[in-house]
């Protein structure tokens, strides 16, 4: 197995940093209008994770690809996106068929890698500003 | 006829869940050029090989969302659609 990037490392640390900033919302929430129950906690803990190992996988696949050439590259990509849409489909459809986890928080907490990367965007832009 | 009905609404959220999925192309192809342009970017400037890793990274996960989003409309339409719009025709036929 190859080495792992450290920038890879940093970004997926990022992510899972987010991830659990906002599942710890989320269940605030949750428990604000009284729908709190342990398969949304089982549901976020679920989405949470496949989402920060799809992201890590994302990148894994990214960093194999750039070492190869185009067509390795382009190959490597292709079987990358396509294996992760498998898991997160797989992931749906347990979240729909096992009754300890909800679909919702499941869904939600999916999306949380991607609403991390556009706070940072949004803060490395605004920090380009400020500079500016 | 009643058969008839339900099997429409079966194909139609079939139909609807597959439309959905072309969305799922748009992160492979946004993905393959982000990936091309970042090979092209490193060949130049090796030293850069860091920043330019982590913008890749980010611009995947974001040309990613739009296939997330596709694909839990599919997997809504597939599982949770089809028994709501058959109880739905169930309670208007009485």
Redesign the interface.
Known sequence: MSKI????K??TGY?AITVLILSALMEAVYLIIGRWELGVLLGNLLGGGVGILN?FL??MG??S??NKD?KG??AT??FS?TMR?ML??GV??LA?FVDIFKLLPT?LA??F??IG??I??FLIKNKGKDAT | MLELAIGIILGGCALGAGCAMIA?IG??IG??TA??A??EA?GRQPECK?SV??T???G???A??T??YA??IA?LLI??APGRFVNILLEAIG
Do not use: N, R
Request: glycine fraction near 10%.
């Open positions: 990037d450290p920038t890879i940093k970004e992510i992201f994302m990148g990214l960093q690809a750039l185009e590259a382009k990509v292709s996106h849409f997160l489909a749906l459809v729909y869904v999916l999306f890698p991607s990367v556009y940072k965007t | 799922g992160p492979g993905e393959g990936v091309a970042a090979c490193i860091g890793t982590t890749m990274l980010m995947c996960a974001v990613e969302t296939g997330l694909l839990v997997i599982f949770v």
